[in-house]
C-alpha cells in the first residue's frame, strides 16, 4: 500500500498544498477534487494506487487571496502551471463535481492526458442548469448569508441528500468541510459559481467530442445536484468512453460504493472498468 506524503510549495506568489504516494500506473494519476472539499477526499485512492491530490487554489490548505477569480480559465491555467511546477509530462486526470475543470485543461493539452475519468461532475454540456443549493450561492446576499450560517448541524442536516446511504454524510467528511470552511474558501466558492452561468459551462464543454484518450464515467444515480442522464451525456460526448452507473450511489459515489475505488485505479493503470 503506497505512503502518502504532504507537500508545499510557492506557485506564482501562491502557496499551494498537494498529497502525493507512489503510483505504478503509466501516467500518474492526477486527483482533481470539488466543492466544499479538497484533497481529503482522495486519500482512500493515494494510498491504494498513487498518485497526486493538489488542495486547488481557495480550497484546503492552498492559498486563498481575494486578487483571484476563481473562474474555469482560473483553475485550467493554475493545471497546467502546476504540472509544470512538479515537471510532469503526462497524466491521468481523475475528477469529481468541479474538479471538472480538468476536463478544459484536457480540451487544451491533450497531448498531456493519458486517460480520464469523470465522477459526479459538473457538467459542461448543454441543458444542465444548477441546483438548489448552486442557485443560493449564485445570489448575492443570500449567498453570503448561507455561508455565514454553515455550521456542523446545518451541514449534517444539509447532506443528507448527499448520499445513498441513510444519515448525513461521514463525521470524518464533515470535519474536513469545516477545517477549511474559512471566508477564503466561501469566497471562492461564490466567485466560481457566480462566474459559471449555463452558457459559460456549455462553452467549457465545446471541444469534448475531440478527446479520444480512453474515459470513464462513473455515476451516482441517487445525485441530488447532477441528474443521471448527464453521466450518458458526457459518455455520449466523450468518444473513447466507457459508462458505469451506479444505482445504490450518490454524489461521492466511493462513500457509498468503496468498490468503486478499485474499479477506478485498475482504469488507470490500464484496465477496462
Known amino acids: 500500500?503506497?505512503?502518502?506524503?504532504?507537500?508545499?510549495?510557492?506557485?506564482?506568489?501562491?502557496?499551494?498544498?498537494?498529497?502525493?504516494a507512489e503510483s505504478d500506473a503509466q501516467a500518474v494519476p492526477l486527483y482533481l477534487h470539488g466543492v466544499p472539499t479538497n484533497s481529503d477526499e482522495w486519500v482512500?485512492?493515494?494510498?491504494?494506487?498513487?498518485?497526486?491530490a493538489p488542495d486547488l487554489p481557495g480550497f484546503g490548505r492552498s492559498g486563498k487571496p481575494g486578487n483571484l477569480t476563481y473562474t474555469i480559465a482560473e483553475f485550467d491555467r493554475f493545471l497546467e502551471r502546476f504540472l509544470e511546477h512538479l515537471g510532469l509530462e503526462r497524466v491521468s486526470l481523475i475528477?469529481?463535481?468541479?474538479?471538472?475543470?480538468?476536463?478544459?485543461f484536457a480540451q487544451r493539452r491533450p497531448e498531456l492526458i493519458?486517460?480520464?475519468?469523470?465522477?459526479?461532475?459538473?457538467?459542461?454540456?448543454?441543458?444542465?442548469?444548477?441546483?438548489?443549493?448552486?442557485?443560493?450561492?449564485?445570489?448575492?446576499?443570500l449567498g453570503e448569508l448561507s455561508m455565514g450560517i454553515t455550521s456542523r448541524r446545518v451541514l449534517r442536516l444539509l447532506s443528507r441528500e448527499s448520499n445513498a446511504t441513510p444519515g448525513p454524510m461521514p463525521e470524518a467528511w464533515?470535519?474536513?468541510?469545516?477545517?477549511?470552511?474559512?471566508h477564503g474558501t466561501q469566497r471562492a466558492i461564490l466567485r466560481l459559481y457566480r462566474s459559471s452561468p449555463a452558457n459559460v459551462l456549455q462553452t467549457a464543454g465545446a471541444n469534448l467530442e475531440r478527446l479520444q484518450m480512453p474515459t470513464l464515467v462513473a455515476?451516482?444515480?441517487?445525485?441530488?445536484?447532477?441528474?443521471?442522464?448527464?453521466?450518458?451525456?458526457?459518455?455520449?460526448?466523450?468518444?473513447?468512453?466507457?459508462l458505469l452507473e451506479l444505482a445504490d450511489a450518490g454524489h461521492w459515489p466511493w462513500l457509498d460504493r468503496p468498490d468503486?475505488?478499485?474499479r477506478v485505479l485498475a482504469f488507470v493503470s490500464g484496465e477496462p472498468a
Open 95 to 104: 475528477m469529481h463535481d468541479w474538479g471538472a475543470v480538468g476536463l478544459v
Open 260 to 262: 468503486l475505488i478499485e
Open 219 to 242: 455515476w451516482g444515480l441517487k445525485d441530488p445536484y447532477l441528474p443521471a442522464r448527464f453521466g450518458r451525456d458526457y459518455a455520449q460526448a466523450l468518444a473513447n468512453s466507457q
Open 44 to 52: 482512500p485512492f493515494l494510498q491504494r494506487g498513487g498518485g497526486i
Open 114 to 141: 493519458e486517460r480520464l475519468v469523470v465522477i459526479n461532475a459538473v457538467t459542461f454540456l448543454p441543458g444542465y442548469s444548477w441546483h438548489r443549493t448552486a442557485k443560493i450561492w449564485r445570489t448575492p446576499l
Open 174 to 182: 464533515l470535519d474536513s468541510v469545516l477545517d477549511h470552511f474559512d
Open 1 to 20: 500500500m503506497p505512503e502518502s506524503s504532504d507537500h508545499g510549495a510557492e506557485l506564482d506568489g501562491l502557496p499551494i498544498f498537494w498529497r502525493s
